[in-house]
Structures are given as C-alpha cells and as structure tokens.
C-alpha cells in the first residue's frame, strides 16, 4: 500500500461516518468521567474535514496531512484538538521523510504521529487515555509491516491491537485529562478518547479492506 | 432541557453579539475566529489576554476594559478556544510590550494556548491559574483545576499591567497570586452541556457533590445534604488546609461565587457564615467579592475562594478597573 491523498480523504470520510454512527458508544463515556464535550468535539472535526475533501484532493499526502491538522486545530477546540492536530502534523512530517510508498514507511510515519502527540500532552501509556490505543496500535502496525503481512493482514492485526488496548482502560485509574479529577470513580469506565480512536482506526481499517487495496 | 436556543450551532454567535451590542461602550466583537476585545486599545502596557470554554459566564468576557484584560477568546461551551483564535487576539491587541496569556489550568486549555503561544510571533508568556483544592493528589499530572480564583488573578494582573510593568512582573505577579489563593465548590444540580440536552451528571434530591469542577467534573465525593453551617465549614476546613500557614493571622480575599442557578440571597448566607468562620480562626477579612463570576451554566451551588493579601496585592485589587462585570474606582 502507499499512502496517496485519495486514500486519506476516503479515509476521513470513513472516520466521519464512523464517529456518527458509534455516537451512543463514545457519548455517554465522557458523560460518565468527562466533562461530555469529546463527541461534539471530534464530531465538528471530522465535519470540516469532509467539507474540504475538494481542496484536499490537488495536495500531496503530506501536504494533505498538515491541511487536516490545521484545521483539526482550528475546529476541535478542547484537548482533542492539539492532540489530533499534532498527530496529523507529525504523520505528514513522516511522510515527507519517507515518501509513503510502502506498509512499513505509512507504518513509521503513524508512529512518528503518535511520537508527536505524546510530546504534546506529554503522556504514557497506562494513564487511561487515547495513547492506551494509538501505542499499541503503532506497535502492531510496524512489526506486522516488518513481517511483511498483507495490507489486510495488517489490518486485521491493528483492529485486534485497538479493540484490546481500548479494554485495557476499563480497570486503569485516570490519571490524565479531566477524568483524572475523579480518582478511583474513573475505574471501571472505558477512557472516551480511547473509544474514539478506536472506532477511527477501525474505520480506516474497514476503508482499505473494503477497496481490497494491497 | 429548556434553555433560550434557536439553534445550537448559533448559540455562541447569538450570545456574543447580544454582548457586544448592550456593552458598545467597553468591547468590540471579532467573528471568524472569535474573540473580543476593548472598545478603545490600550497604550504602552503588556497586553493581557485571557479564555477558555463559554458558559463560565461573565468569565473571561466580562472582564475586557480599563484595568482589567485587553482580550478574550471564548471557546465552544466548555470547549478551550483555539490557537487561531488567541493569535488573532494577540496581533489585534499587542502594543510592542509582550503578551500575557492568563490560563486556566485544564489540558485542552493549556495545549491551545501552548501552541498559539509558539506559533506567535510577538513576546509572550503564560500564568497558569489553580486554584481548585478540591482535587488535592498531586500525582495527578494535570494538577489543580482553575477556577474562581482566575478572577482575582485577571484583576490584579490587569492591574499591574496598567502601570507599565513589564511581561516578567506582570508573570509573577499571577504567579504569586494563584500560589496563595486556593478555592472549592459544592453542586446541588448538574449544569446542561446545551449540545448534549441533558444534565452532564445525576444527583439526587438530598445529595450533593463537593468539590465539584466548574465543567461538571465530579469532586472529591457524593455527601447527603446538610445545614449550610456544615457544608460551608467543610468547604473552609479543605481551603485552610490548603492555605496552610499562609492564613496564619492573614488579611484575606473572601469570594462567595455563585455557579448559575443559586440565588444572591444564598450567596450572602454563604459569606456570612464563611467570613465568621475565617474570623475565628484569626483571619481579617479585608475584601470581599460576592456574585456569579465564574459560572458553570446553570449548575446550582457555590464555590468559595479565599486570596491571601499582602500589600502589593491590595493595591492592584483596590485599583480602578471599567468591565462589564466588575467596575470600580473609575
């Protein structure tokens, strides 16, 4: 597989639909231990990136990349916003570095995303956050690229990684983001952004799978 | 849910505007992105900037003027502002003296306000408010939440700003304040997110939660509703305990701040109760400040905030300041 722009924007779109249909999921667990904003939120980002799906398409990937990130910035609002933003804006910094062309260079260039969010909300894993999924799953995708599995062996392996690292936060005890205000009440709650990001690698997944991209 | 809406994604626009249109004396509204700021710029001084998410209402708008802040930028309800939105602001308020961004202490806060601070091109710096004592594990990475005591902060900094001091003392000054003024509430009802419709929390009719956060964010612990005397003794034991030798025979601040759906009437009732408890532990009650000035929608209860005062910052708490919300002297 090689990362071009027409897979980026199919697979915001993909996002997009997801993070609408799987709103009972994501709501109501930022309602319980959050402060019930993160579906509004991610929901107005994936909206304006659908709405600049034309002005994306004449953009190289990376070029494509940092368009999102910037107006993930400017629409999300809250925590979900630089972090995102800052995912995207290290993915397409990857990109440019390795060009794209394969698994294993689109597999770099979404850890060095990840690398980028966590310097942004200066995280861990363990802490009951979206890095419980995005870690693992960076983990999965580069050492299944490494294997040289299919694209869609890889993809099986990412959603497998997403669903176990979101299960992970039910027992964890929030100590990051607004939950971590709740102590031990946020034990025994799945981590709302863990959610979310599960469904949107899902989705991707889903996108590529589904065009039987190799 | 029965709230003024004609639509929620118009909600904040609507609002603001109404805003600007019965204070065209003290702000002016910038759309796309927002922010606001004062009607006539000020001269010479490090500008002062604060925001954060909408429905802490008058907070932070409500504090633009003469004495006070250059600008604010108000996020989506409870939702931090955007960079674009501070670098807007800055560019549009900065007089060549730096800019001080006042912050309250929240991830989503701190990380906008941190990347518009980097992408901007003029001098600036940050003060961090945390006021909140009600969340006291220091192993909580994120700290302490920022609160009503972001008031007092705003008003002092505004103040010393005023006087031509530079970005550093303008930062220390925040700083100093925010590291002797500790606060906590207490929610009888859940405040109503208007996007989601319904009430953020449950809470029954004999419960409350203390130390509740100002977005609804659940406190230190679910309690049966008791006589406002022990409530509020509670409320001053934590803040004391978190003073801690600060309060020793100290002249204090007392904020009673309502958080939207209590009336003044229970506000006072709150003061009252509150000032005799710090008298008796040897404290002077020197100022005061009692209304909504850090709402969470219309969340019912109160949250109390007590400043330790020294005279430095009795001077810029007793300056002239012009806002919509607060306005003495001038």
Redesign the interface.
């Given at each position: 597989m090689s990362l071009q722009t027409k897979l980026i924007c199919s697979s915001t779109a993909a996002i997009h639909a997801a993070i609408i249909t799987h709103k009972p999921d994501i709501?109501p667990l930022d309602?319980a231990?959050?402060?019930?904003?993160h579906y509004?939120?991610i929901l107005?980002g994936a909206e304006g990136i659908d709405g600049m799906a034309a002005e994306l398409a004449s953009l190289s990937a990376d070029e494509a990349l940092n368009k999102i990130a910037m107006k993930l910035?400017?629409?999300?609002?809250?925590?979900?916003?630089?972090?995102f933003?800052s995912f995207f804006m290290g993915m397409a910094s990857g990109i440019k570095r390795n060009g794209g062309k394969t698994n294993i260079d689109i597999a770099v260039a979404f850890a060095a995303g990840v690398q980028e969010l966590i310097k942004?909300?200066?995280?861990k894993v363990g802490?009951k956050t979206m890095l419980d999924v995005l870690v693992p799953v960076a983990h999965t995708f580069i050492f299944s690229a490494i294997e040289n599995k299919t694209t869609a062996g890889i993809c099986a392996e990412i959603n497998a990684s997403a669903d176990k690292g979101l299960a992970s936060t039910r027992d964890l005890l929030a100590?990051?983001?607004?939950?971590?205000?709740?102590?031990g009440?946020s034990v025994g709650h799945l981590d709302a952004g863990a959610k979310s990001c599960q469904v949107m690698i899902k989705a991707v997944c889903k996108n590529i799978t589904r065009k039987k991209i190799k | 849910m029965k709230k003024f809406v004609n639509s929620i994604d118009s909600m904040l626009t609507e609002s603001l505007s109404g805003f600007e249109k019965a204070h065209p004396d003290l702000v002016s509204l910038h759309l796309k992105?927002n922010y606001l700021t004062r009607k006539n710029k000020a001269k010479n001084k490090v500008a002062v900037i604060s925001g954060g998410?909408a429905g802490h209402e008058p907070l932070h708008a409500g504090f633009i003027g003469k004495g006070m802040l250059d600008a604010a930028c108000p996020?989506?309800?409870?939702?931090?502002?955007?960079?674009?939105q501070m670098i807007a602001a800055a560019e549009a308020v900065h007089m060549g003296k730096g800019v001080l961004f006042i912050v309250k202490n929240?991830?989503?806060d701190v990380?906008?306000f941190?990347?518009a601070g980097e992408m901007l091109s003029v001098e600036n710096s940050t003060v961090l408010t945390s006021d909140d004592c009600?969340?006291i594990?220091s192993?909580?990475?994120?700290g302490r939440?920022g609160v009503a005591g972001t008031v007092i902060v705003e008003k002092c900094v505004g103040s010393i700003a005023e006087t031509g001091a530079d970005l550093a003392s303008c930062k220390a000054l925040g700083d100093k304040i925010n590291a002797q003024t500790a606060s906590i509430g207490v929610a009888f009802t859940s405040c109503t997110?208007p996007?989601?419709g319904k009430p953020?929390?449950d809470i029954g009719e004999s419960e409350i939660e203390m130390g509740i956060?100002i977005?609804?964010?659940?406190?230190r612990k679910r309690e049966t509703m008791r006589k406002a005397d022990a409530m509020i003794k509670d409320m001053i034991d934590a803040i004391l305990t978190d003073l801690d030798d600060k309060t020793k025979g100290a002249e204090v601040l007392l904020l009673v701040n309502g958080l939207g759906a209590t009336p003044l009437m229970e506000l006072y009732l709150i003061y009252n109760v509150a000032e005799k408890l710090l008298r008796e532990q040897g404290m002077t009650v020197a100022r005061s400040l009692v209304g909504n000035y850090t709402t969470a929608i219309d969340m019912s209860g109160a949250s109390i905030t007590v400043c330790v005062l020294d005279d430095e910052v009795k001077q810029h708490w007793d300056s002239p300041v012009h806002t919509v919300a607060l306005r003495k002297g001038i």
């Open positions: 709501e309602q231990i959050g402060d019930g904003d509004i939120n107005r910035l400017s629409s999300i609002g809250g925590a979900a916003g630089p972090l933003a942004r909300g200066k995280g802490e100590t990051k983001g607004r939950a971590a205000g709740l102590g009440r | 992105p998410g996020g989506q309800v409870f939702t931090s502002p955007t960079p674009d929240y991830a989503g990380m906008n941190e990347m009600a969340v594990n192993t909580f990475t994120d939440r997110v996007a989601a953020t929390f956060g977005h609804g964010e659940p406190g």
